[in-house]
């Protein structure tokens, strides 16, 4: 792998040169305790945070948008038209990604490029641009058991944090193009920056509050199928609200809708994004309810993330803490997991 | 794979002609309510265009023309049932329309007006209002939302409605369809609009988890908490209870969460036994 290494003071011009490559969008902080990936102009590079806890709204949305015209319909002509925005939309540049992030990203691409190319998710995937950072975990991060705490792919640019600046990976040709444009911006990197990625790697990975690995998770949700008082304890609190499956970065149930024009001929279709909190997601023609109760929507997005993953490496959690951190009712998602696996 | 056709006799085609050439007949009535929602539909920015697609043969805002007396397709109702002669004239639109669609919180939740359901006897709150004063036009009752007396086909909820949903509706009824019920809280369009959560972060009391989507978090962007005036989510999903608890450890009173909860909540049937729930079998 090829290695720069760009000084702390350097930052600031690598952000300006970004802006050559598409939207360029960084984490900023948004409130006292929320960040959040905004589009970054070039007078508000200095605002970019890196070394921000999670965002609220995760990474996917730029290339799965919460809401998509999928094609505008003509029902007398019985004729559709493609929505093209997906194709000719500027390229993101997404900075700032943290390694789950990433692993999140690739959990995406197994379903929409994969399993079945969705063309407008793979335009968008393909011509974005994807810029990792190292971070520290908090009190909800439990990456680590997820094997989702380092990359090895899925990012163009990867920023590991040394003493005084950040070791750059690069991870793809288009990776190379930008640090071959942006040359003078980097110097060799050291004996010691190679010493203080170890060092970083080992305190990072004191910080966790659990150890070990969790895929055995899917063996006991799926064996033993019985957490009653878990599931009836944790979904009494539940608001339903859907925030733990709007901000989580894997999230990728969808509804589609349909928007008629007033001419009644006329209208569009929209992909929107659902979730398994709701009611309606369970619900199919003939008025059947896969999931009729709360608690049983609950237990179902504890299954999906820990259980039904069939086409990546790891489960489709992976331990960013959103659901947690985001949640109104105080709902810990990592400690319910804890007491899963029997309290280790 | 050959399709199936029928063969419409020659008198029935001219009929169904017809039928598909005459324009969609619409009314738009008030009982008792600010007019606010009459207001918002003649101001939608298409108006125009819905004036093109159908017949407006009632619309009290706009015209003294306007009769209850007519027969319409499709009724658009805002305002609560507050009076005898709300009743009166609710039953008649009722009778006289194909569709009824119950507009704005007052003709759904029964409005501001409602906010005391329950709570008191209703002379003593008229008392408490008017005092000895009559109301000589027709005579008051306890008000009410209009589902109490008729059947409402389709609900357009809101304080006032959103013009993007006003539009959806009369569109979809155009495409010869109809809306879908949104059965899902204010938080996930929130969360779409990138909206901080206020109540975590500032411990505001947001009704926004318990309360319909639809409005696009219009309050919470403005960084103003829910305040519920799209009423409680509906197919039973409105989990007063689990919010009551989260109010509770923020700091907030019984009484206080009770009379936030029914601003626009207060004839919703599980409210009292979710809060009980929550807070033990006396109210306080």
Redesign the interface.
């Known amino acids: 792998m090829r290695y720069v290494k760009l000084k702390k003071e350097k930052i600031k011009e690598f952000l300006l040169a970004l802006q050559d490559y598409g939207e360029l969008y960084a984490p900023i902080k948004?409130?006292?305790?929320?960040f959040?990936f905004?589009k970054i102009t070039n007078e508000q590079v200095d605002e970019v945070v890196l070394d921000y806890n999670r965002t609220?709204?995760p990474p996917r949305r730029f290339f799965f948008p919460?809401?998509e015209v999928l094609f505008t319909f003509n029902?007398k002509k019985v004729e559709m038209y493609e929505n093209k925005e997906a194709f000719t939309s500027e390229p993101v540049v997404l900075f700032g990604v943290h390694a789950c992030d990433i692993v999140g990203l690739r959990i995406m691409d197994s379903r929409f490029i994969d399993d079945q190319p969705d063309p407008y998710y793979r335009a968008r995937r393909e011509k974005g641009i994807i810029i990792g950072i190292s971070c520290l975990p908090d009190e909800y991060c439990f990456c680590n058991v997820r094997r989702a705490e380092f990359v090895d792919s899925g990012f163009d640019l990867f920023l590991s944090e040394v003493e005084d600046g950040y070791v750059i990976r690069v991870g793809s040709v288009k990776g190379h193009k930008i640090i071959d444009a942006t040359e003078n911006l980097y110097v060799e990197v050291t004996k010691k920056d190679s010493d203080d990625l170890t060092a970083f790697d080992v305190k990072k990975s004191k910080m966790f509050t659990v150890s070990g690995n969790w895929d055995s998770l899917r063996y006991t949700l799926e064996l033993n199928d019985e957490h009653p008082v878990i599931w009836m304890r944790e979904s009494?609190?539940?608001?339903?609200?859907?925030?733990c499956t709007?901000?989580c970065p894997t999230c990728r149930c969808y509804d589609v809708?349909?928007?008629?024009?007033?001419?009644?001929?006329t209208?569009v279709r929209v992909r929107i994004?659902d979730?398994c909190q709701?009611?309606?997601h369970g619900l199919v023609a003939g008025g059947h309810n896969f999931r009729p109760t709360?608690e049983s929507r609950f237990k179902n997005r504890y299954m999906c993330k820990n259980a039904y993953c069939k086409e990546v490496t790891t489960a489709y959690c992976v331990g960013c803490g959103r659901c947690t951190y985001?949640?109104?009712?105080?709902i810990n998602y990592k400690q319910n997991l804890i007491e899963i696996r029997g309290g280790i | 794979m050959t399709m199936k056709t029928t063969i419409i006799p020659e008198d029935q085609k001219i009929e169904i002609k017809e039928e598909i050439k005459r324009k969609p007949t619409i009314g738009v009535y008030a009982l008792t309510s600010c007019y606010g929602c009459q207001l918002k539909i003649a101001t939608v920015s298409k108006i125009i265009e819905i004036a093109d697609s159908v017949d407006i043969e009632s619309f009290y805002m706009l015209s003294s023309a306007s009769s209850m007396h007519k027969k319409v397709d499709i009724a658009f109702v805002e305002g609560s049932v507050s009076t005898k002669k709300d009743l009166e004239e609710l039953l008649e639109i009722r009778k006289n329309s194909k569709t009824l669609v119950g507009v704005g919180a007052c003709a759904l939740q029964g409005g501001v007006q409602s906010w005391n359901h329950g709570d008191k006897n209703y002379k003593d709150l008229f008392e408490n209002v008017y005092g000895k004063s009559k109301i000589e036009i027709s005579e008051a009752i306890e008000a009410k939302p209009i589902e109490e007396y008729v059947k409402v086909d389709f609900r357009l909820p809101g304080c006032p409605p959103e013009e993007e949903e006003i539009i959806y509706f009369i569109s979809t009824f155009l495409f010869g369809s109809w809306p879908e019920e949104k059965d899902y809280p204010v938080c996930q369009e929130c969360r779409f609009a990138g909206n901080i959560c206020l109540l975590i972060e500032k411990n505001e009391p947001c009704l926004g988890s318990i309360t319909t989507a639809g409005c696009n978090a219009r309050c919470i962007s403005y960084n103003v908490p829910c305040i519920g005036c799209r009423g409680p989510v509906p197919n039973d999903v409105a989990w007063f209870d689990s919010l009551a608890k989260v109010f509770v450890e923020k700091g907030f009173t019984e009484e206080y969460i009770r009379e936030r909860m029914k601003i626009f909540g207060s004839h919703h049937p599980k409210l009292e036994e979710l809060l009980t729930k929550v807070f033990g079998g006396e109210k306080k």
């Open positions: 948004v409130s006292e305790k929320y959040d905004r609220l709204r919460e809401k029902s009494e609190k539940c608001l339903g609200c859907g925030n709007i901000t809708k349909d928007y008629p024009n007033l001419d009644g001929e209208g994004w979730s709701f009611r309606e709360k985001f949640c109104p009712a105080g």
